[in-house]
């Protein structure tokens, strides 16, 4: 069985939203001063270089992808145990992220608020509602599942999957916007964490001026790393 068979066998493929959604994009959040040839350059780099890191993590072994969320968990957790009455977003895995739905089991058990980001519509932020195990799941935009009867909540730490990052923080995700347009709207502005495999850093995103970087990057091949003077590591 390829990972890719075994995204689809587990469901994760179910849920697996498109690689780009630069189209979904509306003109405010595109709008910003910026040379528009510049800007359609980037574009067209992040699309590629997009479907190049998503193939190159689908083709990771099982094992290799299991070792690293568990490894990802372990740092999380020096994270998150710093902070005082954490409310954590996570991410429901697809198309080879890191899954970390054991890690947000044990979070629950510990009584530590766990929650999923919902998308209610194209150039609006996230909302979070509250997750546990048992917790019958809706399928949102994309048949993304977040939890159907789940109370909205304010996360004061935000993971957010990457496609790819690099050395400033800068993410690379599929194109929304979703998580930057969240992250600028939240005050007080909560702990923002990167969470990819190791192959997903690369030399730089381009950052544009709507990207927010990262307070972390944590890939599982190294301790969690704080970047820049954002954060002090643990």
Known sequence: MTPADEDRQDGSGTFAS???FMHELDTTYTSLEVDPVAAQDVAR???AERERLIAA????GIGEREANAKHIAQSLDQIVSTCAAPVV???WPFRGEPDLRSWMAILHARGICVALPVVLAKGQ????REWEPSAPLARGIWGIPFP???AIVVPNVVIAPVVGFDPAGFRLGYGGGFFDRTLAGLDPKPIAIGIGHPIASIPTIYPQPHDIPMDWIVTGSHPPRAVASRRDAP
Not at 57 to 60: T, V
């Open 18 to 20: 498109p690689p780009c």
């Open 45 to 47: 780099w992040r699309k």
């Open 57 to 60: 993590r689908l083709a990771l």
């Open 89 to 91: 977003s996570t991410y």
């Open 125 to 128: 932020p996230l909302q979070f």
């Open 148 to 150: 159907a009867n789940g």
